[in-house]
Nanobody
Framework: QVQLVESGGGLVQAGGSLRLSCAAS????????MGWYRQAPGKQRDLVAT???????YYAESVKGRFTISRDNAKNTVYLQMNSLKPEDTAVYYC???????????????WGKGTLVTVSS
C-alpha cells in the first residue's frame, strides 16, 4: 500500500515563510511527477507546482517567484518552500504523486490527506 504524508503546515503572518514536506512510503517501484495542490475554503482544488523526476518544474502564475518546489528522489520526498506568503495563500495543501507500486502493471495518482496553511494579515 502506498501512502503520501504531508507535514509543515501551520499559521504564519503575511510575508513569512513555511516549508511543506511530503513523503511517499510503501511498496513503491517508481515515482514520476510529484506536485502540490491547494484548496481554499469554498473553492476548487488548484494546481500549485509540479516537479518531474529529472527536476523540471511548473508553477501556477499566482506563486511564481515566491514558491519553490524540490524533491529528494532517494527519500521519495517532495518539498514546497513558500516565501512572501499572502493571506490569499491560505488553503489546505495536498501532495500528489504518480506512483507505480511494486508488482503492479500501471501507475496511478496518489494524494495525501492535506496540511493546512493559514496566513494572517
Amino acid at each position: 500500500q502506498v501512502q503520501l504524508v504531508e507535514s509543515g503546515g501551520g499559521l504564519v503572518q503575511a510575508g513569512g515563510s513555511l516549508r511543506l514536506s511530503c513523503a511517499a512510503s510503501g511498496s513503491i517501484f517508481s515515482i514520476n511527477t510529484m506536485g502540490w495542490y491547494r484548496q481554499a475554503p469554498g473553492k476548487q482544488r488548484d494546481l500549485v507546482a509540479t516537479i518531474t523526476t529529472s527536476g523540471s518544474t511548473y508553477y501556477a502564475e499566482s506563486v511564481k517567484g515566491r514558491f519553490t518546489i524540490s524533491r529528494d528522489n532517494a527519500k521519495n520526498t517532495v518539498y514546497l518552500q513558500m516565501n512572501s506568503l499572502k493571506p490569499e495563500d491560505t488553503a489546505v495543501y495536498y501532495c500528489n504523486a504518480y506512483i507505480k507500486g511494486a508488482g503492479t502493471p500501471h501507475g496511478m495518482h496518489y494524494w495525501g490527506k492535506g496540511t493546512l496553511v493559514t496566513v494572517s494579515s
